[in-house]
Structure formats: structure tokens, C-alpha cells
């Protein structure tokens, strides 16, 4: 059974920029968790399609097409971990049912944006 990675980086809500791990963790300043301009993000343990590794947090594009035409479809949708699993929600929107983030994984047609 393999086991999932366990990592974390940081969205600093100011500066609108990600800080990885390593960075937080070899940096000598001190840094704060709970700081409210900060928000951690803990890393999934999957990949999209272009193999970039999708954290809590994340926007997620879905595309494809309709089966019945040719007219294409894309959605986009918030990554969260909630209840004891990674799931998405469509973006600016938590209402509905939470789904577990391996189905969407599972197409193979999804991004991270």
C-alpha cells in the first residue's frame, strides 16, 4: 500500500503568492500558522492532467464534451478538505453535495488554474 505525501505550502492573502514548504520551513524569520494573512494548504496526494500536484484550496478547470453533441462543457471548482476528505465544490459556490476529489481525478480531463 503506498502512502500519501504529506506536504503543505502557504497562500499569503497580502502578496496574493504561494510559499512552498521547504521555503517556510529553511526560512530563519519566524513564521505564524495562525497569522490571518496566511492560509494553509495541505497537498492532496493526486496530480492533473499535466502532473502539477493539487492542493487544498485550489481552482480546478473541468472540460470535456457533451456525449449526445459536440458543444464542450468546463466547470471550475474549490478544492477543500472537509469531513475527512478532499472534495470540490463548484467555485463561489459551497452549496451542494461535497464529492470526493479521486472521481474528478479519475477523468483526466481536469486542471489546476
Do not use: C
Not at 481552482?59 to 475527512?84: H, L, M, P, Q
Amino acid at each position: 500500500m503506498n502512502q500519501r505525501i504529506i506536504k503543505f505550502r502557504t497562500w499569503n492573502k497580502l502578496s496574493k503568492s504561494i510559499r512552498e514548504w521547504y521555503e517556510i520551513k529553511h526560512n530563519a524569520e519566524p513564521f505564524w500558522y495562525d497569522d490571518l494573512d496566511y492560509k494553509l494548504m495541505q497537498f492532496t496526494g493526486l496530480l492533473d492532467k499535466n502532473g502539477k500536484e493539487i492542493y487544498e484550496g485550489d481552482i480546478v478547470n473541468w472540460t470535456g464534451k457533451r456525449d449526445k453533441d459536440t458543444s464542450k462543457f468546463a466547470y471550475r471548482y474549490i478544492v477543500v478538505f472537509e469531513n475527512g476528505i478532499f472534495g470540490y465544490f463548484l467555485q463561489n459556490s459551497n452549496v451542494g453535495t461535497l464529492q470526493p476529489l479521486q472521481g474528478l481525478v479519475e477523468l483526466k480531463t481536469y486542471e489546476v488554474i
